[in-house]
């Protein structure tokens, strides 16, 4: 069975203490991840930048990964209110949130500058996880592949640097975030298989096969499995169900399996 990941994006949701009382709580509903952990689900804890370093400590002892929900490409310098990749692995973050659409459709991100975070976050050696996905209207009028492929193709022009270890990609319909309202398991299988082939033509062969695809958008207990049985998918980012310990514990056990 290949690693699966669980990643909980918390936004703009949380302070230090309700971070650590989540690590606490999580991993007494889940001791497996207890180091060195027991089970094949690597789960990624993406708080918001004032509370990332506690979180990280909270979670020293356990397998539980953190990263940034976002970054800046520049390693230091006058850019008022960025964080750095430096700043981000100097606090406990293995990982960064790239091109989330709230990122990209509230607060204003391109094409252009998601690439260059994503190129800054490769070379820093931590993860990029790449979160792609249409508009609604974008879907309706048929341009759900063509908006997907655009931001994959720009994100990974400079590919150096790019494997498994380094990129996983989110599809995350912009319409089925914090909406409850799901994608289709057809219309996920579908856009998996094409992100797939995607990385394969924008990565290589080698590396375009291994990186992981997670599905997000409404994930909630009772409604994972079902994504994760599409063979693309081996994944899931979850924003609402995570800020909850006991639901993103069921989360997990769904993961897991019966
Ligand atoms: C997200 O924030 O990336 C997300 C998928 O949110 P939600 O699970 O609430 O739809």
Redesign the pocket.
Known sequence: MPKLWLAA?W?MHKTVSEGQAFVARLVEQIPGLIKPGAGEIRVLIFPGFVSLQSVAAAARDTTIRIGAQDCYFEAHGAFTGEVSLPQIKDGGGSAVLIG???RRHVLGEDNLLVAAKLKATVNAGVLALL?VGELAEERDAGNAFSVVDEQLETALANRSGITERTLAV?Y?PVW????GRNATIPDVEEMALYIREKLLEYVDEEHGREVSILY????KPGNLAAYMGIPDITGA??????LDADSFAALYREMEGP
């Not at 997000?216 to 994930?219: I, T, Y």
């Open positions: 994006n936004k989330h659409s709230e979160c989110a995350e089925a975030i914090g909406t997000g958008g409404s994930v980012l979850v924003g609402g169900a995570s």
